[in-house]
């Protein structure tokens, strides 16, 4: 098993920035890929971004280059710099933690990030 903790929502401006923060506990060392997702009112659950152990990322189009994830594999926790956020950036962000060789994912429980116009 696998829990993870997240933090770091909140309200901004639009132009403003975050940082979300997950920390996984448990069987941390069965885990290869860590990312965050989001899921807006009335929409169905979307890629933000993804980094694997090695440091390999992934990013969803419509944050790519105003987005950042990060990995400190000794702490195993996952960030994710916000920058230039737009009100469509509102959202609750989920924390995803997904194991190898066999594919297990855990999720946290969700940060709400509103972006105000």
């Known amino acids: 098993q696998v829990q993870l903790v997240e933090s770091g929502g909140g309200l901004v401006q639009s132009g403003g920035s975050l940082r979300l923060s997950c920390a996984a506990s448990?069987?941390?060392?069965?885990?290869?890929?860590m990312g965050w997702y989001r899921q807006a009112p009335g929409k169905q659950r979307e890629l933000v971004a993804t980094i694997t152990r090695g440091g390999s990322t992934n990013y969803g189009d419509s944050v790519k280059g105003r987005f950042t994830i990060s990995r400190d594999n000794a702490k195993m926790t996952v960030y994710l710099q916000m920058n230039s956020l737009k009100p469509e950036d509102t959202a609750v962000y989920f924390c995803?933690?997904?194991?190898?060789?066999?594919?297990?994912?855990?999720w946290g429980q969700g940060t709400q990030v509103t972006v105000s116009s």
């Open positions: 448990g069987n941390i060392f069965s885990i290869n890929e």
């Open positions: 995803n933690a997904e194991t190898a060789p066999i594919r297990i994912d855990y």
